[in-house]
């Protein structure tokens, strides 16, 4: 099994399954998107990444059920594969920017352990 690395480190080249790999799960405001974004594009070569858009949480949801309005706050999420060393550089400039806004963002890295 092989994994497509799109780091500026490995440009585009193909390396089996390693747990050197992680996944980095990140929830974020939409207002946050044009920072998000660049931060990938400042540590990959190709930010490829998968998009979820209007995402609601749970305390979300459950204010509109009480009010009958539905919330103007979106969510959004981002799921990105990478080395490990690519993803604490990201990450390190996501705590940045949380640390910024001092709301909005939250994120979550998990190993990979299988690519099929």
Known sequence: MHTLLATKQDAFRTVPNSPNM??????YHESLESETTAIFQRHMVVARYTRIDNVIGA??????QETGRSSERRNRIILLVADSPTIKRILADLEALRDREGHGLRAFVLPVTRVI
């Open 22 to 27: 992680e996944t980095l799960f990140v929830i």
């Open 59 to 64: 305390r979300m949801a459950e204010r509109e």
